[in-house]
Protein backbone atom coordinates (compact mmCIF):
# COMPACT_ATOMS: atom_id res chain seq x y z
CA UNK A 1 0.00 0.00 0.00
CA UNK A 2 2.88 2.43 0.34
CA UNK A 3 3.74 2.52 -3.24
CA UNK A 4 -0.07 3.19 -4.16
CA UNK A 5 0.00 5.47 -1.82
CA UNK A 6 3.34 6.97 -3.59
CA UNK A 7 1.99 6.99 -6.25
CA UNK A 8 -1.22 8.94 -6.00
CA UNK A 9 0.90 11.83 -3.90
CA UNK A 10 3.05 12.45 -6.90
CA UNK A 11 0.44 11.71 -9.85
CA UNK A 12 -1.46 14.82 -7.41
CA UNK A 13 1.29 17.10 -7.32
CA UNK A 14 2.22 16.98 -10.77
CA UNK A 15 -0.83 18.18 -12.08
CA UNK A 16 -1.40 20.35 -9.19
CA UNK A 17 1.81 21.82 -9.85
CA UNK A 18 2.59 24.92 -11.91
CA UNK A 19 5.09 24.56 -14.91
CA UNK A 20 8.71 27.01 -14.97
CA UNK A 21 9.37 27.30 -18.06
CA UNK A 22 12.47 29.29 -18.87
CA UNK A 23 13.82 29.75 -22.71
CA UNK A 24 17.11 28.12 -24.16
CA UNK A 25 19.52 28.83 -26.87
CA UNK A 26 21.54 25.38 -26.52
CA UNK A 27 20.21 21.78 -26.25
CA UNK A 28 19.76 21.11 -22.54
CA UNK A 29 21.73 18.40 -20.11
CA UNK A 30 19.78 16.69 -17.57
CA UNK A 31 21.50 18.57 -15.25
CA UNK A 32 19.72 21.75 -16.55
CA UNK A 33 16.46 20.31 -15.82
CA UNK A 34 14.68 20.07 -12.35
CA UNK A 35 13.45 16.45 -11.88
CA UNK A 36 11.04 17.05 -9.02
CA UNK A 37 9.41 19.22 -10.56
CA UNK A 38 7.55 20.92 -13.35
CA UNK A 39 10.49 22.67 -14.78
CA UNK A 40 11.16 22.64 -18.44
CA UNK A 41 13.13 24.67 -21.22
CA UNK A 42 11.46 26.38 -24.05
CA UNK A 43 13.43 26.64 -27.53
CA UNK A 44 13.25 26.78 -31.46
CA UNK A 45 14.45 23.29 -32.93
CA UNK A 46 14.80 21.19 -35.66
CA UNK A 47 14.33 17.45 -35.21
CA UNK A 48 15.85 14.47 -37.26
CA UNK A 49 14.71 10.71 -36.72
CA UNK A 50 17.28 8.44 -38.92
CA UNK A 51 15.56 5.09 -38.72
CA UNK A 52 17.17 1.58 -39.73
CA UNK A 53 14.49 -0.38 -41.73
CA UNK A 54 13.30 -3.44 -41.30
CA UNK A 55 14.90 -4.55 -37.87
CA UNK A 56 12.70 -7.10 -37.02
CA UNK A 57 13.12 -8.91 -40.44
CA UNK A 58 16.81 -8.84 -39.72
CA UNK A 59 16.75 -10.27 -36.34
CA UNK A 60 13.91 -12.81 -37.02
CA UNK A 61 16.46 -13.96 -40.08
CA UNK A 62 19.99 -13.78 -39.11
CA UNK A 63 22.00 -14.05 -35.75
CA UNK A 64 22.79 -11.84 -32.59
CA UNK A 65 26.39 -11.13 -34.11
CA UNK A 66 25.36 -10.14 -37.63
CA UNK A 67 22.29 -8.19 -36.26
CA UNK A 68 24.28 -6.27 -34.09
CA UNK A 69 26.96 -5.40 -36.16
CA UNK A 70 24.52 -3.73 -38.69
CA UNK A 71 23.09 -1.96 -35.67
CA UNK A 72 26.26 -1.16 -34.79
CA UNK A 73 27.56 0.07 -37.94
CA UNK A 74 24.22 2.07 -38.79
CA UNK A 75 23.56 4.57 -35.83
CA UNK A 76 27.95 4.86 -35.05
CA UNK A 77 27.56 6.33 -39.01
CA UNK A 78 24.04 8.30 -38.51
CA UNK A 79 25.44 9.18 -34.87
CA UNK A 80 29.02 11.09 -36.12
CA UNK A 81 27.40 12.52 -39.01
CA UNK A 82 24.83 14.33 -36.59
CA UNK A 83 27.50 15.86 -34.57
CA UNK A 84 29.72 16.96 -37.02
CA UNK A 85 26.45 18.63 -39.17
CA UNK A 86 26.39 20.45 -35.72
CA UNK A 87 23.66 18.29 -34.06
CA UNK A 88 22.95 17.30 -30.57
CA UNK A 89 22.37 13.09 -30.01
CA UNK A 90 19.37 13.17 -27.67
CA UNK A 91 18.70 9.86 -27.51
CA UNK A 92 18.65 5.87 -28.56
CA UNK A 93 15.91 3.81 -28.98
CA UNK A 94 16.79 0.45 -30.58
CA UNK A 95 17.29 0.90 -34.33
CA UNK A 96 17.18 4.29 -34.24
CA UNK A 97 18.64 7.72 -32.76
CA UNK A 98 17.00 11.07 -32.37
CA UNK A 99 19.03 14.40 -33.35
CA UNK A 100 18.05 18.08 -31.99
CA UNK A 101 19.63 21.01 -34.00
CA UNK A 102 19.58 24.53 -32.69
CA UNK A 103 20.35 27.81 -34.16
CA UNK A 104 20.33 29.70 -37.53
CA UNK A 105 21.12 26.81 -39.71
CA UNK A 106 19.11 24.20 -38.13
CA UNK A 107 16.79 23.05 -40.77
CA UNK A 108 19.87 23.42 -43.07
CA UNK A 109 22.48 21.49 -41.00
CA UNK A 110 19.72 18.39 -39.95
CA UNK A 111 18.82 18.44 -44.00
CA UNK A 112 22.86 18.31 -44.65
CA UNK A 113 22.88 15.36 -42.08
CA UNK A 114 20.40 13.52 -43.88
CA UNK A 115 21.60 13.38 -47.27
CA UNK A 116 25.23 12.60 -45.63
CA UNK A 117 23.70 9.76 -43.67
CA UNK A 118 22.29 8.53 -47.08
CA UNK A 119 25.41 8.96 -48.57
CA UNK A 120 26.94 6.56 -45.58
CA UNK A 121 24.36 3.83 -46.18
CA UNK A 122 24.95 3.84 -49.58
CA UNK A 123 28.70 4.43 -50.26
CA UNK A 124 29.83 3.09 -46.97
CA UNK A 125 28.33 0.71 -44.92
CA UNK A 126 26.38 -1.77 -47.76
CA UNK A 127 29.25 -2.14 -49.65
CA UNK A 128 31.30 -3.06 -46.69
CA UNK A 129 28.65 -5.46 -45.59
CA UNK A 130 29.55 -6.83 -49.29
CA UNK A 131 32.76 -7.31 -49.05
CA UNK A 132 32.80 -9.00 -45.34
CA UNK A 133 30.09 -11.21 -45.69
CA UNK A 134 30.03 -11.93 -49.44
CA UNK A 135 27.67 -14.60 -48.77
CA UNK A 136 24.91 -13.13 -47.39
CA UNK A 137 22.24 -10.74 -49.24
CA UNK A 138 21.42 -7.98 -47.43
CA UNK A 139 21.31 -4.00 -47.45
CA UNK A 140 20.55 -1.43 -45.11
CA UNK A 141 17.67 0.49 -45.78
CA UNK A 142 16.72 3.19 -43.55
CA UNK A 143 13.99 6.32 -43.33
CA UNK A 144 14.83 9.49 -42.28
CA UNK A 145 12.51 11.91 -40.79
CA UNK A 146 12.83 16.10 -39.67
CA UNK A 147 10.36 18.25 -38.65
CA UNK A 148 11.15 22.08 -36.90
CA UNK A 149 9.07 23.55 -34.46
CA UNK A 150 8.75 25.44 -30.85
CA UNK A 151 9.93 22.01 -28.25
CA UNK A 152 10.21 21.88 -24.42
CA UNK A 153 12.42 19.78 -22.72
CA UNK A 154 11.87 18.13 -19.80
CA UNK A 155 13.16 15.85 -17.12
CA UNK A 156 10.96 12.50 -16.41
CA UNK A 157 11.73 9.71 -14.74
CA UNK A 158 12.63 8.89 -10.77
CA UNK A 159 15.98 9.16 -9.30
CA UNK A 160 18.70 7.50 -10.55
CA UNK A 161 16.65 6.76 -13.74
CA UNK A 162 15.74 9.69 -15.63
CA UNK A 163 16.22 11.34 -18.94
CA UNK A 164 14.92 14.31 -20.86
CA UNK A 165 11.24 14.01 -22.98
CA UNK A 166 10.80 16.46 -25.88
CA UNK A 167 7.39 17.92 -26.21
CA UNK A 168 5.98 19.57 -29.27
CA UNK A 169 5.29 18.64 -33.19
CA UNK A 170 8.88 18.70 -34.43
CA UNK A 171 9.94 15.40 -32.47
CA UNK A 172 6.53 13.38 -32.98
CA UNK A 173 6.36 14.22 -36.62
CA UNK A 174 10.05 13.75 -37.40
CA UNK A 175 9.35 9.99 -35.84
CA UNK A 176 6.46 9.57 -37.26
CA UNK A 177 7.53 10.45 -40.54
CA UNK A 178 9.94 7.38 -40.39
CA UNK A 179 6.82 4.84 -40.07
CA UNK A 180 5.34 6.96 -42.90
CA UNK A 181 5.12 4.61 -46.10
CA UNK A 182 5.93 7.09 -49.14
CA UNK A 183 8.70 6.65 -51.75
CA UNK A 184 11.71 8.07 -50.65
CA UNK A 185 14.73 7.36 -47.38
CA UNK A 186 14.20 11.16 -46.43
CA UNK A 187 11.42 13.15 -45.32
CA UNK A 188 11.22 16.88 -44.40
CA UNK A 189 7.94 18.80 -43.50
CA UNK A 190 6.86 22.28 -45.33
CA UNK A 191 8.37 23.59 -42.41
CA UNK A 192 11.90 22.51 -42.66
CA UNK A 193 11.41 23.05 -46.33
CA UNK A 194 10.48 26.75 -46.68
CA UNK A 195 13.35 27.20 -45.07
CA UNK A 196 16.15 26.24 -46.31
CA UNK A 197 18.97 27.73 -48.86
CA UNK A 198 18.78 26.87 -52.60
CA UNK A 199 21.34 24.46 -51.92
CA UNK A 200 19.79 22.42 -50.16
CA UNK A 201 16.81 22.21 -52.38
CA UNK A 202 18.27 21.80 -55.36
CA UNK A 203 21.77 19.12 -56.86
CA UNK A 204 23.05 20.28 -60.02
CA UNK A 205 20.21 22.68 -60.99
CA UNK A 206 17.60 19.78 -60.61
CA UNK A 207 15.29 19.91 -57.26
CA UNK A 208 15.89 16.81 -55.28
CA UNK A 209 13.05 16.75 -53.31
CA UNK A 210 9.03 15.24 -54.96
CA UNK A 211 6.03 16.12 -52.89
CA UNK A 212 4.26 13.36 -50.80
CA UNK A 213 0.90 14.59 -49.49
CA UNK A 214 0.93 13.29 -45.63
CA UNK A 215 -1.96 15.94 -43.99
CA UNK A 216 -1.68 15.63 -40.48
CA UNK A 217 -2.40 18.98 -38.19
CA UNK A 218 -2.16 21.10 -41.45
CA UNK A 219 1.85 20.56 -41.99
CA UNK A 220 1.42 19.19 -45.36
CA UNK A 221 2.97 18.58 -47.34
CA UNK A 222 5.93 15.73 -47.11
CA UNK A 223 9.02 16.74 -49.65
CA UNK A 224 10.53 13.57 -49.72
CA UNK A 225 14.26 12.76 -51.38
CA UNK A 226 16.34 9.89 -52.21
CA UNK A 227 19.43 12.08 -52.67
CA UNK A 228 22.56 12.02 -51.02
CA UNK A 229 25.62 14.00 -49.91
CA UNK A 230 29.23 13.46 -49.83
CA UNK A 231 32.02 14.79 -47.32
CA UNK A 232 34.08 16.62 -49.69
Avoid at 96 to 111: Q, T
Avoid at 127 to 138: D, R, W
Avoid at 150 to 165: F, K, M
Avoid at 170 to 178: M, S, V
Amino acid sequence: MALKTDLEAAVAGIFRERWSITNGRVVPAASDLLLGSNHGIKLEATVLYADMANSTQLVDEYDAQFSAEIYKAYLHCASKIIKACEGTITAYDGDRVMGVFVGDSKNANAVSAALKINYARIKIINPAINAQYPQVNYQIGHTIGIDTSDLVAARIGVRNDNDIVWIGRAANHAAKLCAATFVGSLRITRAVYDRLRDSEKNGNGISMWELAFWRDNGNAPIYSSTWMRGFS
